[in-house]
């Protein structure tokens, strides 16, 4: 029998690929072969049989999972430092690690798997520059900038003093008393958005409100940089939540249209979506983001609600876990990788 592979692979942020994947092996193979014989091999003009991804003088294990269609990078000594999804711009990279809590969950999410974003797509071929970039760079990350918006968040300025993060509220008050929804990200940010002439002003009483998709367009949208649009387009990241589910860039990972119990290869970063309201049964009407296992093995994730008046990870009025028969759990309908 052949030696265990995920014995060799002990941080895959993903499950190991299966085996009898024949071609992966014989790359693993080669790729053993060409790292320690190099100097031969290159005299010998051996050809290895696979897509160029990294240059061999870099020294990275490249594994290419036709099952899962991603791209796994190790380094020399076998540990894992980069996953990319084909058609995707969601990058996992491996990282310092970090916490992330709140006061109101029940478990923290400890993790050394960052979240990243390239400027198009994966197309199966590793910009080796990016790469080396994107596992030096000290700035936040999706998920750290997602818990840049829970309740008493500090608040952040741009270089131009522009309050871009910090605690969020969900939205303005209705004449009931209830939250609406509707506060954007410009919104947020109270400035004017202009989506190719259509230019879209930010409302007074939504200043620092963010709605579950407008907390989703900010962080991928206005901090990620993935262009925005109003109404569904090719390439562009929509306003409302079944429009993201449907329209967005990337790929669904998962639908169903009843509750979702299976949500094997999820990882963080991913949009969750939930049909969570009986005024939209049989479509979806809230979005949050995957965050990763938390220390009680349970799926947690982040969203804007008006339960907790804004983002939060917590577990007032409905627990922020995927797994099980809670409120959010049994609304679970889909994962999407932007």
Same mark, same amino acid.
């Given at each position: 029998m052949p030696p265990d592979r995920c014995q060799k692979r002990p941080n895959p942020p993903t499950a190991c690929p299966e085996s009898g994947q024949e071609s992966v092996l014989y790359v693993q193979i080669m790729l053993h072969i060409r790292r320690h014989l190099g100097s031969v091999l290159t005299a010998l003009s051996l050809l290895i049989p696979t897509t160029p991804l990294l240059? @061999? @003088?870099?020294?990275? +294990?490249?594994i290419a999972n036709t099952a899962t269609q991603q791209v796994e990078v190790y380094d020399t000594k076998g540990e894992w430092i980069a996953t990319f999804t084909n058609g995707a711009q969601t990058v996992l990279l491996a990282g310092v690690q970090r916490t992330f809590t709140e006061a109101t969950a029940s478990a923290p999410v400890i993790t050394s798997t960052h979240v990243r974003l390239l400027s198009k797509p994966f197309d199966g071929n590793l910009d080796q520059g990016w790469l080396r970039s994107a596992l030096a760079d000290p700035t936040p990350d999706l998920l750290d900038t997602a818990a840049q918006y829970i309740h008493d968040a500090p608040e952040i300025l741009s270089s131009s003093a522009l309050h871009? *993060?910090?605690d969020a509220g969900y939205g303005a008050t209705s004449a009931d008393g209830t939250l609406r929804e509707g506060a954007d990200f410009n919104d947020y940010l109270g400035v004017?958005?202009?989506? @190719? *002439?259509?230019?879209?002003? &930010? +409302?007074?009483?939504?200043?620092?409100?963010?709605?579950?998709?407008?907390? #989703?367009?900010?962080? =991928?949208? /206005?901090?990620?940089? #993935?262009?925005?649009?109003?109404? &569904?387009?090719? !390439?562009?990241?929509?306003?409302?939540?079944?429009?993201?589910?449907?329209? @967005?860039? %990337?790929r669904i990972i998962h639908k169903s249209e009843s509750q979702l119990k299976a949500i094997d290869g999820i990882? &963080? !970063?991913?949009?969750?979506? =939930?049909?969570?309201?009986?005024?939209?049964?049989?479509?979806?009407?809230?979005?949050?983001?995957?965050?990763?296992t938390d220390t009680n093995g349970k799926h947690r994730f982040i969203s804007s609600r008006k339960s907790a008046v804004g983002p939060t990870m917590g577990d007032v009025n *409905?627990?922020?876990?995927?797994? *099980?028969? %809670?409120? /959010?759990?049994?609304a679970l309908r889909g994962v999407r990788r932007l």
């Open positions: 240059p @061999a @003088a870099e020294n990275y +294990e490249v871009i *993060g910090g004017k958005w202009d989506y @190719a *002439g259509r230019l879209d002003s &930010p +409302e007074a009483d939504e200043h620092e409100a963010l709605d579950c998709s407008g907390f #989703i367009r900010m962080l =991928f949208g /206005y901090r990620g940089g #993935i262009p925005m649009t109003l109404s &569904p387009s090719p !390439g562009l990241l929509p306003r409302r939540t079944f429009q993201m589910f449907e329209d @967005a860039p %990337g990882q &963080p !970063g991913d949009l969750v979506f =939930f049909d969570a309201e009986t005024d939209t049964a049989g479509q979806v009407d809230h979005v949050g983001m995957f965050l990763g *409905g627990r922020s876990i995927l797994d *099980g028969t %809670g409120y /959010y759990a049994k």
